[in-house]
């Protein structure tokens, strides 16, 4: 049986930089991925990599921006007031919050700059603008 739209599939996967370092892996989960196939709850890349495979079948693949977390947009990178910022603790360039958005999803924000007046904040994904690489293999197609 090979995967299609709408099928649930298991899967052991790996995610890497183009520099090898791994960013993800279902064994840092520390179970296979499960998902069913054509409801959007993955990255467009990895969703098209799994159709077509069959059970016990492993590929490696590579995700240009596009058909992952997309490219950085400049747009999502914003002046927040220091009134508007976590009063309790020392805030530094490269640490991440978790801003809550108006409904009610958390993202991470990564400060890109700080002064006396607020924080300029990248909402982008923390692999916006990354090319990945995924070794994915099937376990499971129902």
């Known amino acids: 049986m090979t995967v299609k739209k709408g099928n649930k599939v298991k899967v052991e996967y790996t995610g890497m930089l183009e520099d ?32 077509g495979m069959k059970k016990g079948e492993s590929k490696e693949v590579e995700l240009k921006p596009e058909e992952a977390y997309g490219n950085k947009k400049p747009e999502l990178v914003r002046e927040i007031p220091r009134d508007k910022l976590p009063q309790e603790a020392e805030l530094k360039a490269g640490m991440v919050l978790g801003m809550t958005l108006p409904n009610g999803m958390q993202i991470p924000a990564k400060i890109v700059e700080i002064n006396e007046e607020g924080a300029k904040l990248d909402l982008n994904h923390p692999l916006a603008g990354k090319t990945l690489k995924f070794k994915i293999k099937l376990l499971e197609v129902s």
């Open 20 to 51: 090898g370092k791994v960013f993800d892996s279902s064994e840092k989960h520390g179970k296979p991925l499960e998902f069913k196939t054509g409801e959007g709850n993955m990255i467009k890349g990895f969703e098209n990599a799994v159709m």
